[in-house]
Each structure stands twice: as C-alpha cells, then as structure tokens.
C-alpha cells in the first residue's frame, strides 16, 4: 500500500461542533497526523480476538488519525436515520417484543442512580441514557462526530465524586474480523458526556485498547502491546510494561477495586500468563497468580471481577473456551478453583467472555460466553456459588431458570446497576436480569431507541418502499413500513448479502437473503404491503464466502451474479416459479460486495473486483483481467458502471478511486482530495443518476464523498451522518435518495436535491 502524505490534523484546544441530538464537542490534545502500521508482532493476539470470521489480511492497513469533516454552511441536504432502533422478533428470547439493536461490548452503570448508564459500543461509539429503568430507556448517541466509533470499554473515575468523569476505550472489537474505525487511543469526559476528549497521540494510535481505568490524574489503558499509563491526564502516556514489577505481554483485562481505590488488577497474556496487583494506582505491580492452574500460551482471555471487601474472581480461556474459574479472599496471594461452566459451544472466549461479582454476597460470581447448544442459540449466562460443594456450583440463569427468558448470543460484559440488578451486553444489545440471585427472574430490555446496528449490505424494494438489510451477529431484517424506526427480524445467523428485485413485477417483489457462507440462500415474494407470500431456494456454492456477494442484472432481473471466493456463478432463471439453475462462469472470484452487473444496453456486460485487479465480462464469456488499476492499488472493495455506458466504470480500494472511460483498457486515480478531507477506508461506490446530472458517491469511515464522473474534486455529501464506517450505498431513482447502510449506526437516507449545482455550491469548508 502506498505511503501516505503526512496531514495536518487538529491543534490543541480544536473543537468540533456537534452532529448528534446532545450537544457534544471533541478536543484533540497533541494529536499529530501519523501512521502506524500493523505490528506483526501482535498478530496472533489480534487473531484470538475473531468469531467465525478471521482476519483477512487484506484488511489491515496503515491506522491514521483522520483529517476534520469539511463543515457545512447554510442549508443543505441531511441524512435521516431510518433505524433499525431496533429491530424486534429478533434471536433473544425477551418478551414482549425481543428486541435487538446490535454489539455493545460494555457498559458503565452509575454508582448511586440505577436510571444513568452509560454504554461503549462496537462500532457505534458511545450513547447514554438517564431513564434506563423504564421499558423503553431513551438512548442519546455522545460521540457521533468523534473519528472513531469503535469502542471497547468505558469506566468511571472513582475519584470524581460527582460521578460525571469517565474514560472510554477504542479498538476494533467487531466480531465481523474486526472491521471498524481506526483505534486512536482513549476519550474522557468531565461533564458527563457534554464533551470529550480524544487522548492517546500517536502513542495509543494503532493500540487497541481493551480495558481502562482512570484516578484523577492517572490514566490507564490496558492494549494487545501492553499497558500504558498517564500520570498527567494524558498528556503523555508511557508503556510500562517490563517495567515497575509488570512483565511484558498483552493485557486482557484491566479493573479497578472500589473498595480501594488505588488498587487495581492487571491480566498479562503470553507463555507464562499472569495476574497482576497494584496498590499505588499503577506505579509499580506484584504477581498475583499463585493458584490459578492451566494458564499458558494458548491462553487467549482472563477477565476479572472485584465483590464485596475485595473479594476477586478470575476467568480464564483457552483456546476459545471457558477453562477455569478462580476465587481468592485475600487479593489475588492465593486462589481457589471453582466448577467450570460449558458456556462457549462456539469457542469465541477470546472474545465473547464477561465475568461480573454479586455486590452484596462475596460467594457469587456470574459468568457469561457465547450461546447455548440449541436454537435460537441464545445467551449462556451462569450463576456461580464458591460456598457450595464442587461438582455443584454453577447454574444457568437462561430459559428454564430464567421464565423462558434469555438475552443475545455473545456476551461481552456484565455489571451491576445501583438497584442489585444484573446487566449483560453482548451482540444483540443491552439486557438486566431481574433478581439474578434466584432462578425466577426473567431477563428485560434495555435496548430503547438504541442505534447501533452493524449493516454490511442492504437495498431498497421499490414495490413497497422497503429497506432489507444483512447485518452481521444480528441476521437479516427488514423495515415494517418506511416510516418507522423498529424494524422486523426476517432471518438469523449473520446476514448475508441482500438484494431486491422490485423490476419483475410492479405488484409484489423478490427478496434474497442468506446467512453467512452463503447459509440457506432464499428467495422471498413480498406483496406491495410488505407481507410474506412464498419462499424459493436459491442454489448453494462450493467455495462460498463469510457474506458471499449476490447481485441483480440491471437490464435482465432474471440473472443473478454470485461470486464466490475463486469461483463466480450465474442464475439465469432467478424469476422463475421454482427450480433456480446455477451456471459456473469459472475464475476468479469476486471481492466481498465487488460486483457490477449488466447495463441497460447490454445483459451480458459484467466487472467484477478480484485481489487488487478488476475483471470484464462482456456477452456469455468467461472473465479478464482489465488492465492494471495503477500505482498502489490493492483489494478492491467495490465496482460500479454508468447503467447507460458499459465504458464508464469505477473501482475503489482502501484508499484509492479509479476511473475508465475505455471499459478497463486504461485507468485514471481520481483519489484528487479525497484523503485530505475524508479518512480512507473506503468500501463503497455507488453511481447515482440524479436529474440534474450523473455522479459518483463513496462512502467512507468519515462520511459519504461525492463528483461528477469526469472530475477528481470531491465534496461531503449532507450533514448530521455520524463519524461512521458507511458500507453499503443504493441510490434509488424514482426519489431522487441515497442510502446509507453503516457498520455501527444502522441505515440512513438522504434526499438530494433537484439540481447537481445545489450540491456542488451548498457551501462546504
């Protein structure tokens, strides 16, 4: 990948004015543009952090603090969140609606008041809510302007007694191989989320953040390199471990002990893991590990939890599964063994794990993985008890022991609000057990309006004026009408690719969908009131991908594209009754959402992206290589062609647009300024037919960038999108509106105006 021209960033004191609906504002202390590439040395710990999913390789890329969003001036279009917020009849068991709103990797409760909590997101940022014990708490997003939605942790600052201190942590936690913003470091705020402030310079960047704490002056953040500490309110962060007593190694888990609060505990991977104690908030550390067996290299998390007078828990994993559960009454100088509960079927305890202690009974501990065994594959969470005999202690507080209650599959933290009650995030949200000591309490919602769903793919049904989207974790869904915010669950697993074929009939629609690795592909019939009329199989592949693409001819809806990981396939009778025939085309195969289908002269013209190269199709024949991209090219994330000239196409990589004019014979960087007023991480394009003249839109991790086919000077697109990685764009003609699916804030339009100038003079800076 090619070397990155060194940008000015932010000044000290900077401040950038809010998007979200609270007012909030960012401000960057001694941030210097910078790179940092992927450290080898830390690959296989970033690997143990996966699901299903590994890390490609050719996701990973140079990790930048992004240049500012141009502001807009004056009027101009603005993007309208359309949900899901949430989605209902989704994979919990929850009554009355099960609903589900997407990752939230952990959440901080206030000490004293049960209705303040506060949750960091995967790749949704931060939100905070004031009403969390009503059925319906009111979520406010805090940071959708921040450059980084990506979060990890999020911790009070003990030593503020007003409680309106906290720090949060960043990093890609995705279990969608860890896609996400760019890990920056940590933000804090001192007014309760008013305002925030990005530490970490390029001391943090590139670090991924996985547990922090914060005392006054002193800062923690515990990484995959190591931990570093502040002792200066950020100002400057140092890595202190091999040093003051801590070994060397990445950290799993990082707490703090509120019965003192200058003591903390410290979990240290590596060939020989440990647990680690400090008493003088950091400064120096001691072994704290004497007890605790079957620790070694393979052990990918330990996770902690402090009860009432100190009493300390400790998790461990083992290739991807609950291997131990330990207890000391003396602070981590001895340990007793406890039961091990089977609670990762999956095996993704590297990341899937939370362990929380009873605040009222120093013998129980609450541990929580990935799923049960059984469908809907829900939530594993169990209560253990070290005053029972072993053998005995642990019990399921899911479905029987629950009221038939259960929340989402993958859990990522537990804690306890001020009212005694058990709350869980996982992949589906945030849900409280009700009175967890028993085996009568059913589990709640606390989902509200919160908007965090991760959308890799979605389109838009004309005949009903529907979104369909794949998510990942959360499955596939649908909105009930276009109008409302809660969207339907339609099918489970990881969503995969969708699309819509709303061109065969004008009375009801084709929808297809699938779960990952092209699971159980299917056609649905949908009437014009968006009710379910048929399903029909879709043929399977061989080599199919984790979200294997599929996409609809513009010219022919009875052809389908399918591209596999070296194959790409052909349906040719897509709109048939039933009995769907699949047509090997032959090599390559087709990047993940890489595929431009057919325009309307000519059903047989196809590109697709393969690697860093871009394949042609013209008539029935087998796929070439276009010529080469250009200097730095790399995987290709997406292709699209002008539907009235097969000759116009573009290709986008991370970082880099193309553009021919000659159907791949020849092609042109139009990259122009989009780096120096965007992030990179660009993953879609899309070619939009306004009616005042054709453009082209790329989303990025900092909005959505538009120009005119023959230009290479681009302009944000709309104002009130948050900071976000935008994957999927649809542009839908007959209402002149772009769609916006994002991997962290669920789907957005925007209607564009009426004329090309409009956009072009609407006062961008």
């Known amino acids: 990948m090619r070397a990155r021209a060194l940008l000015p960033v932010c000044l000290i004191g900077l401040t950038f004015s809010s998007l979200a609906a609270s007012a909030e504002s960012l401000v960057c202390t001694g941030m210097e543009h910078s790179v940092m590439p992927f450290r080898a040395a830390t690959q296989a710990i970033e690997d143990d952090l996966s699901d299903a999913e590994p890390v490609d390789p050719a996701e990973w890329r140079e990790q930048t603090l992004p240049p500012p969003r141009p502001e807009q001036r004056g009027s101009g279009p603005v993007w309208v969140s359309v949900g899901p917020a949430p989605t209902r009849s989704a994979q919990v068991d929850v009554p009355p609606d099960n609903l589900v709103s ?4 952990a959440v901080a409760p206030h000490p004293t008041d049960s209705n303040i909590l506060y949750a960091a997101t995967v790749n949704g940022g931060i939100w905070k809510t004031t009403n969390a014990q009503a059925a319906n708490p009111t979520w406010v997003a805090q940071t959708d302007s921040l450059p980084s939605q990506s979060t990890t942790s999020i911790e009070y600052d003990l030593s503020d007694g007003t409680r309106n201190t906290l720090i949060a942590g960043i990093g890609r936690l995705s279990n969608f191989a860890q896609r996400g913003d760019d890990e920056l470091g940590v933000y804090r705020t001192t007014n309760g989320g008013t305002t925030w ?11 991924k953040v996985l547990a922090v704490a914060a ?9 995959t390199a190591g931990l570093f500490r502040s002792v200066d309110t950020g100002a400057v962060w140092t890595l202190v471990s091999g040093t003051g007593g801590l070994p060397t190694g990445a950290n799993s888990d990082l707490i703090g002990d ?3 609060t200058s003591r ?16 003088d908030n950091g400064a120096t550390w001691t072994n704290a590990t004497t007890g605790v067996t079957g620790l070694s290299s393979s052990t990918s998390n330990m996770r902690l939890a402090v009860g009432p007078g100190g009493v300390l828990f400790l998790a461990v994993v083992n290739g991807g599964a609950l291997a131990g559960v330990f207890r000391s009454v003396d602070f981590g100088a001895n340990w007793t063994a406890m039961d091990v509960p089977a609670v990762h079927p999956g095996g993704q305890g590297g990341v899937n794990t939370a362990i929380a202690a009873d605040p009222t009974d120093s013998n129980i501990v609450y541990v929580a993985g990935d799923r049960i065994t059984v469908g809907p594959f829900t939530g594993n969470v169990h209560r253990g008890n070290a005053s029972l005999a072993l053998g005995a202690q642990f019990t399921s507080i899911v479905d029987g022991n629950a009221n038939s209650t259960a929340p989402h599959a993958d859990s990522r933290d537990l804690a306890f609000d001020a009212a005694g009650t058990l709350l869980g995030t996982d992949d589906g949200g945030v849900y409280r057990r009700l009175a967890p000591r028993t085996n009568t309490g059913a589990w709640t919602s606390v989902i509200g309006n919160l908007a965090v769903m991760e959308i890799h793919d979605l389109d838009h049904d004309g005949v009903s004026d529907i979104l369909i989207a794949g998510t990942q974790d959360n499955g596939t869904h649908i909105q009930q009408t276009n109008v409302n915010p809660i969207w339907r669950f339609i099918n489970g697993g990881d969503g995969g690719d969708v699309l819509a074929d709303d061109r065969t009939s004008v009375t009801s629609s084709f929808r297809y969908l699938s779960s990952q690795n092209f699971g159980g592909p299917t056609r649905q019939t949908y009437s014009a009131v968006n009710a379910l009329l048929a399903n029909v199989g879709v043929p399977g592949i061989a080599d199919a991908q984790f979200v294997t693409p599929i996409e609809l001819n513009v010219a022919n809806s009875g052809r389908l594209l399918i591209g596999g990981s070296g194959t790409t396939y052909e349906v040719n009778n897509a709109n048939a009754a039933s009995g769907l025939t699949l047509t090997t085309i032959g090599a390559p195969g087709a990047n993940r959402n890489a595929m431009a289908y057919g325009i309307r002269s000519d059903a047989g013209l196809a590109y697709i992206g393969s690697g860093s190269a871009v394949f042609k199709r ?3 024949g087998a796929f070439a290589a276009t010529t080469a991209l250009g ?11 002008d539907p009235d000239d097969g000759n116009l196409v573009f290709a986008v990589d991370d970082n880099q647009v193309f553009r021919s004019t000659t159907g791949g014979t020849s092609w042109t960087d139009i990259t122009g300024n989009l780096l120096t007023i965007s992030s990179a991480d660009f993953r879609t394009a899309e070619f939009v037919e306004s009616p005042g003249g054709d453009l082209i839109a790329v989303g990025t991790r900092s909005g959505v960038y538009l120009t005119t086919p023959n230009s290479s000077t681009w302009t944000l697109l709309g104002e009130a999108l948050p900071n976000v990685l935008v994957f999927d764009l649809r542009y839908v003609p007959s209402q002149n509106a772009l769609y916006a699916g994002t991997l962290g804030r669920g789907a957005w339009r925007l209607a564009l105006p009426g004329t090309v100038d409009n956009l072009f003079a609407n006062g961008f800076e």
Do not use: E, K, W
């Open 102 to 105: 997407g990752a939230v990797n």
């Open 197 to 207: 402030t990005l530490l970490g310079g390029n001391t943090l960047l590139g670090r």
């Open 215 to 223: 005392r006054g002056s002193v800062l923690m953040a515990a990484t």
């Open 258 to 260: 509120p019965t003192n």
């Open 264 to 279: 903390f505990y410290l979990t240290v991977r590596g060939a020989t893991p440990t647990v680690q104690r400090s008493i």
């Open 618 to 620: 013209t008539g029935g």
């Open 631 to 641: 200097a730095g090219a790399a995987t290709v994330t997406d292709v699209s062609v």
